[in-house]
């Protein structure tokens, strides 16, 4: 009996383990099967585009189990297109970790990278990707809107060309060919390849979007409102076509702008200059006008005003072409109350080259003003000036320029300048820095209150930076230079003497399309007397913007 009684005890442990396990095993199976359900749920919602359904479905799975690498990366990417990229970059790690070289997490992870503008980063990320597989076309993809959307513009269309040597009507990889010509200021062949791009994919939104903008910046205004007109009935409520309408709508708005500048120097001329301008864009034509008070005092107190009208209209012909007109005219009171009339004026055009390359060619009639001396001389200035500028390589620019000006008392300037700046973009601000060699020369010495030396060169190192805040509706700039300079004057070399110089800008918007400007200067470039001189100067302006709506 003892014996049967140990069996069945030993029986009925047995059957209780079998039941233990049963059970566990049937739990666990049951979560696996609620889990597959919540995952093939939320995967039913990506699909559908019910993303924030999907991504707590995704949660879920995840809370019930963190390794889950399809959940990791599905996450991941709707976190990235909330544009929460390190969330979204710290779940692409954690797949990674899972299984290194995923190649989804890999591409993934690289776009997030660039989404967040860690260009470095995500450059380094597509690289790696084309280094283990040349031909993958996502990867090249992203390494060239990288580099594009990093200011690379030259590089980055290398990247884009490879794809279309592989496939002529590779709609993705001509929108960008184009891009980078239109962001780099190529107009022209910016819009046969967003033609092109139209070609591969009849209706593709951001290539027509680039030509309304092309048709913009090249002045057709009337163009760009037509085309962006059929894109707002075809694309209802979409940003990129909402920002469009916007820009339009400025460019053909009226803008005001009230200043105050101030500037005095150490040799104890004070001018004040309160300012009013207005202007608005219709067609291919830009119309502007002011009306101006320089106000002039020295340091014996003795006092002269030029006060001047104008108008100002510019007319785009084409992409390339821009001609500007400007008439006006000054009335001249000087220091002994004597008063005078003289109209001013003069005309620009612009030619627009390849890769952002330009001419310009400006011929101009002014008074000269600065001091009560230069103004009771009544001297008129006639100039002549060519500037050509562009880009040699991605980052760098330059700008040669040349001119001769006669001035109404027999006396004639000659002067060029040339300059190479190095460029890049730390983060939001864009910074230049570089060399400017400036050099003049006039006919004669004559004592008329103006500086006019001979031999004049001045050796710059310059360096400006800027940038925009609160979504490019305000900006700020800093600008320093050093270098030194040497002329004759009065028969007395000057040489090597120091320049020192710098500004400041700041615009801070107010709403309702209005920015309150401010500025301020300091230099002792001798632009304006010989060794020794120092200005100083500061401005408030307040301009307006209409909605043009």
Not at 116 to 140: I, K, T, V, Y
Not at 213 to 223: E, K, M, P
Not at 449 to 475: E, I, N
Request: net charge neutral; charged share 30%.
């Amino acid at each position: 009996m003892y014996l049967v009684r140990i069996a069945l005890a030993r029986r009925r442990r047995f059957q209780r383990q079998v039941l233990r396990w049963a059970f566990a095993v049937s739990v666990a199976v049951a979560a696996c099967l609620a889990q597959a359900g919540s995952l093939e749920e939320a995967d039913r919602a990506f699909a559908q585009g019910d993303h924030l359904r999907a991504l707590a479905l995704y949660e879920q799975v995840l809370q019930e189990d963190p390794t889950n690498l399809h959940a990791l990366v599905r996450s991941a990417k709707l976190l990235s297109w909330q544009q929460r990229f390190g969330e979204a970059l710290e779940r692409y790690a954690r797949a990674l970790e899972l299984q290194p070289g995923h190649a989804e997490a890999s591409l993934e992870r690289a776009k997030v990278l660039a989404w967040a503008r860690r260009f470095d980063e995500a450059r380094a990320a597509f690289e790696a990707l084309l280094l283990r597989e040349p031909s993958d076309r996502e990867a090249r993809l992203g390494l060239a809107r990288t580099l594009s959307w990093s200011g690379r513009q030259e590089e980055a269309r290398r990247q884009y060309a490879e794809l279309v040597k592989a496939n002529p009507r590779d709609a993705e990889a001509l929108l960008g060919v184009a891009q980078t010509f239109a962001w780099s200021g190529a107009l022209e062949p910016a819009r046969d390849y967003y033609e092109r791009a139209l070609e591969a994919r009849p209706g593709m939104k951001e290539a027509e979007v680039g030509l309304a903008y092309l048709d913009l910046w090249g002045g057709d205004r009337a163009s760009a409102a037509r085309r962006t007109r059929g894109l707002a009935a075809r694309f209802p409520g979409d940003r990129d076509v909402q920002e469009l309408e916007q820009a339009i709508a400025r460019a053909r708005a009226f803008w005001y702008r009230a200043s105050f500048d101030r500037l005095d120097d150490s040799e104890g001329n004070e001018i004040s200059l309160p300012r009013f301008e207005w202007g608005v864009g219709r067609g291919r034509a830009e119309w502007r006008a002011g009306a101006s008070r320089w106000d002039m005092e020295d340091a014996l107190r003795r006092d002269a005003k030029v006060d001047g009208l104008y108008g100002i209209l510019g007319a785009h012909a084409g992409t390339r072409h821009y001609l500007e007109a400007r008439l006006g005219v000054d009335r001249r009171e000087k220091t002994t109350g004597e008063e005078d009339r003289g109209l001013v004026g003069g005309l620009t055009y612009r030619l627009g080259r390849v890769e952002g390359w330009h001419t310009r060619l400006a011929a101009q009639r002014d008074t000269l003003r600065y001091s009560t001396q230069i103004l009771d001389a009544g001297i008129v200035v006639d100039s002549f000036e060519a500037v050509l500028a562009g880009r040699p390589a991605p980052r760098w620019r330059i700008e040669i320029a040349a001119g001769v000006a006669d001035f109404s008392d027999d006396n004639r300037r000659r002067a060029a300048h040339a300059g190479a700046w190095h460029a890049w973009r730390p983060g939001t601000a864009h910074v230049e820095v570089g060399y400017l060699a400036r050099a003049l020369d006039f006919d004669r010495d004559l004592a008329n209150g103006y500086f006019d030396p001979q031999d004049f060169l001045a050796q710059l190192l310059q360096a400006r930076a800027h940038g925009a805040f609160r979504q490019g509706r305000g900006y700020w700039e800093l600008v320093l230079e050093v270098g030194l300079q040497s002329f004759t004057l009065s028969g007395v070399e000057v040489d090597r003497d120091r320049v020192l110089g710098g500004r400041a800008a700041l615009g801070v918007p107010l709403g309702g399309g209005a920015v309150l400007e401010f500025r301020a200067g300091r230099t002792d470039f001798a632009l304006q007397s010989a060794a020794g001189f120092e200005s100083r100067e500061f401005g408030l302006g307040l301009r307006w913007q209409g909605s043009g709506r």
